[in-house]
């Protein structure tokens, strides 16, 4: 499954050649040109970010603090690639939670390593397993199995999964949802949160109930 990355920067020169790289070497780009832009974009979804530090509306700092408190991104690896060069501008990026520093211009070649570098440590970092009952999960693989059954997710059913084994017995609002699976920037509708709950239910949900209705308020995971 290929990897998304969102490059967040104010240069469209750098947007358009970073761009072009990572679809060549086979990983999904999403792009924002300021803070406020990349908040909107990111979600579970987003596999690594590539992050400007001087932007305007909020700088990439401020952004990295606010993507390592939400508990739903706080795991997305974060590559600063700025021209802020200074010794006490890539201890600040290391120490607001970025994975590494990387100071303009840089080879392309360099900086793809790096991002393969620190996607294959943070693979290792999350391989973890849930089983309980019939039902396996391996996070890493992104792949589900019943009874020794492997079970085709899509992505969506499989983050929404995710999201529910993560915090099992919270009531998880449609709204809440959409934000965390979707993303705040996508317009789609509550129907939609029911529709894929409904496609995954049928999917996992050959034993025993594990996604459940909250009327009025959403649904909650129990195993």
Not at 75 to 81: A, D, G, K, N, V
Not at 131 to 138: A, D, I
């Amino acid at each position: 499954m290929k990897k998304t990355i969102l490059i967040v920067d104010d240069e469209q020169d750098i947007i358009d050649l970073l761009s072009y790289n990572l679809s060549k070497n086979n990983y999904n780009v999403l792009t924002a040109s300021d803070g406020s832009e990349a908040l909107l974009k990111i979600n579970s979804n987003i596999d690594l970010i590539i992050l400007d530090v001087m932007m305007p509306k909020l700088d990439g700092f401020e952004i990295c603090q606010l993507i390592k408190k939400n508990p739903t991104t706080s795991s997305i690896p974060i590559i600063f690639l700025t021209a802020k060069n200074s010794t006490e501008d890539e201890y600040k990026g290391l120490l607001v939670g970025g994975d590494d520093y990387v100071v303009k211009p840089v080879a392309v070649k360099n900086l793809l390593l790096r991002i393969q570098n620190t996607l294959n440590k943070k693979s290792k970092e999350n391989t973890s397993d849930y089983s309980k009952n019939s039902l396996t999960v391996n996070f890493d693989n992104l792949t589900v199995h019943i009874q020794d059954k492997k079970i085709k997710l899509t992505k969506t059913e499989f983050n929404l999964l995710r999201t529910f084994i993560k915090s099992p017995g919270k009531v998880f609002k449609r709204s809440e949802l959409l934000d965390r699976v979707w993303g705040r920037d996508t317009i789609v509708s509550d129907r939609t949160v029911d529709v894929h709950i409904t496609k995954l239910r049928k999917k996992i949900e050959i034993n025993n109930r594990l996604i459940f209705t909250s009327h009025g308020s959403g649904y909650y995971f129990e195993d």
